[in-house]
C-alpha cells in the first residue's frame, strides 16, 4: 500500500540551530503535502503545506522543499525556540482524489535552551 | 469560530462495551475525516464523510466499526463490542473543500478511549 516515510524519529537541537526533517512518499498521484505539529494532549495543527505545483515554500522561520521527481519533501525550521517543541508529522494525500492524507510516523523535535 | 469540537475527550470502556465519539466540523465545513492515533505512532486514515454519504471507508476496519455524519448533528463514530486493541486516540478533522488535493484539514483535539 502507499506510505510515507518519515526521518528523524527525534531531533534534538540547541535554541537557535535549524532542524530539518525529511519525509518520503510512495504514490505519485499525491499532489498535496501538509505538515503538522502536535502539542502533547492537543491536536495536529497545520504549520504549513504545499502542493505539487510549487517547489518551495516560506512562512516566516518555516520553510518546506518539494522534489516531486525524487518523491520528498522536508520542513525546515530556523531559529528554533523552546516552544518548538513537539511531535511534527508530515502526510501526504492519497490518490487523484485526494480524499485523505497518509501521515508519516512523526518527530519528536526537542529543542533546548 | 470554536474549530472541530469533539466529544468526550476522554471514555473509558470494558471490553465487549459500545463506544461513541462525537465530531461537529468548524462551521461552514461539510467534509469529515476520522483518523486513529496508537501510541508512537502517526494517524491512520479511517473513514470520509459528507453530509448523509460516506465517501471514503477504506481504512475502517471491516467489523465493529461505522461512521455516520446525519443531515442533522455531529458525525459520530461507532466502536461496537470493543476490546484493549481499540484503545488509541481518535482525531476527527474537517475541511471547507474535499478531494482532489484540497485537503486543508482542521483537526480536533481527540478523544482518547481506553478499553480496560
Known amino acids: 500500500g502507499e506510505n510515507v516515510e518519515q526521518h528523524p524519529s527525534t531531533l534534538s537541537v540547541q535554541e537557535g540551530d535549524s532542524a530539518v526533517i525529511k519525509c518520503t512518499y510512495s504514490d505519485s498521484a499525491s499532489n498535496y503535502f501538509p505538515w503538522y505539529k502536535q502539542e502533547l494532549g492537543k491536536g495536529p495543527q497545520l504549520i504549513i503545506d504545499?502542493?505539487?505545483?510549487?517547489g518551495e515554500k516560506k512562512d516566516q522561520r518555516i520553510a518546506v522543499t518539494l522534489n516531486k521527481t525524487a518523491k520528498h519533501f522536508s520542513l525546515h525550521i530556523t531559529e528554533t525556540q523552546p516552544e518548538d517543541s513537539a511531535v511534527y508529522f508530515c502526510a501526504a494525500s492519497i490518490g487523484q482524489a485526494g480524499t485523505a492524507l497518509i501521515f508519516g510516523k512523526g518527530t519528536t523535535l526537542s529543542v533546548s535552551s | 469560530n470554536a474549530g472541530v469540537m469533539q466529544n468526550p475527550r476522554h471514555l473509558v470502556r470494558r471490553r465487549g462495551q459500545e463506544a461513541r465519539l462525537r465530531c461537529s466540523p468548524m462551521?461552514?465545513?461539510?467534509?469529515v475525516y476520522w483518523y486513529r492515533q496508537l501510541p508512537e505512532e502517526g494517524l491512520k486514515f479511517m473513514v470520509y464523510?459528507?453530509?448523509?454519504?460516506?465517501?471514503?471507508e477504506s481504512g475502517m476496519p471491516k467489523e465493529r466499526f461505522s461512521a455516520e455524519f446525519p443531515k442533522e448533528g455531529p458525525s459520530i463514530l461507532r466502536i461496537q463490542q470493543v476490546v484493549r486493541g481499540d484503545s488509541a486516540a481518535y482525531f476527527c478533522?474537517?475541511?471547507?473543500?474535499?478531494?482532489?488535493?484540497?485537503?486543508?484539514?482542521?483537526f480536533g483535539a481527540g478523544s482518547r478511549l481506553t478499553v480496560l
Open positions: 462551521k461552514g465545513h461539510s467534509h
Open positions: 504545499i502542493r505539487s505545483n510549487v
Open positions: 464523510l459528507q453530509k448523509e454519504n460516506i465517501i471514503d
Open positions: 478533522a474537517s475541511s471547507e473543500q474535499g478531494g482532489h488535493g484540497a485537503n486543508v484539514l482542521t
